[in-house]
């Protein structure tokens, strides 16, 4: 139910922008994140917004992913800046429960969309 698209092929210090339209019934209801997998690797958290407008990031982006939501279009983005080989995964958007206190973020997932390559070629 979470379409993803924007993922594609882009030379080292390029950008991408991702976007994943849901449901407006999923979007209003859940933070949306994204997520990435690496061959051979574990998926894991690059950055979630809450329905609040709070987000967080995984550390090793240092600064160069924004995450973003439309509440018109029901729509959240992920802005990749600076991009570098490390990057190249497959991008899930995902949708579910997520809180904060602190800065500890517990974060569920109950909704993944379909995932998008993105390659950074060196």
């Known amino acids: 139910q979470l379409q993803a698209s924007g993922g594609g092929l882009v030379q080292a210090g390029g950008s991408l922008r991702l976007s994943c339209a849901a449901p407006?019934?999923?979007?209003?209801?859940?933070?949306m994140g994204w997520f990435r997998q690496a061959p051979g690797k574990q998926r894991e958290l690059v950055a979630v917004?809450?329905?609040?407008?709070?987000?967080n990031y995984a550390d090793f982006l240092a600064g160069r992913f924004t995450i973003s939501r439309d509440t018109a279009e029901n729509t959240v983005f992920l802005q990749m800046d600076n991009l570098g080989p490390e990057d190249t995964a497959v991008y899930y958007c995902?949708?579910?429960?997520?809180?904060?206190?602190?800065?500890?973020?517990?974060?569920?997932?109950?909704?993944w969309g379909q995932g998008t390559q993105v390659t950074v070629s060196s």
């Open positions: 995902s949708a579910g429960p997520a809180s904060v206190v602190g800065t500890t973020w517990d974060v569920s997932v109950d909704y």
């Open positions: 917004i809450t329905t609040g407008g709070d987000a």
């Open positions: 407006e019934s999923i979007f209003r209801a859940n933070a």
